[in-house]
């Protein structure tokens, strides 16, 4: 499973009307091991969860847009 790490993130509390249902959810920019930097939607956030710089994620699929999606949690 591809990993990456974060590089700087943001935690979205308040959205459109299209992902209002979606909130609290996590925006990041990822560095691959390459140290290429790219944006990515998290899953897995749950209000409370510490997320930090650094933290290992992992690809886990892509979104209607084909844009990569990436877990907090490991191997998901």
């Known amino acids: 499973m591809e990993q990456a790490t974060i590089y700087t993130y943001s935690v979205v509390y308040s959205a459109s009307e299209q992902f209002r249902d979606k ?11 390459n140290g290429e930097r790219f944006p990515a939607f998290l899953e897995g956030y749950e209000e ?18 084909g844009e990569a999606v990436y877990s907090l949690i490991g191997g998901q």
Do not use: D, F, M
Not at 23 to 33: C, N, Q
């Open 23 to 33: 909130t609290p959810y996590v925006t990041a920019i990822l560095e691959s091991g």
């Open 48 to 65: 409370g969860r510490v997320i930090r710089v650094g933290q290992p994620v992992w690809l886990c699929g892509t979104n209607e847009k």
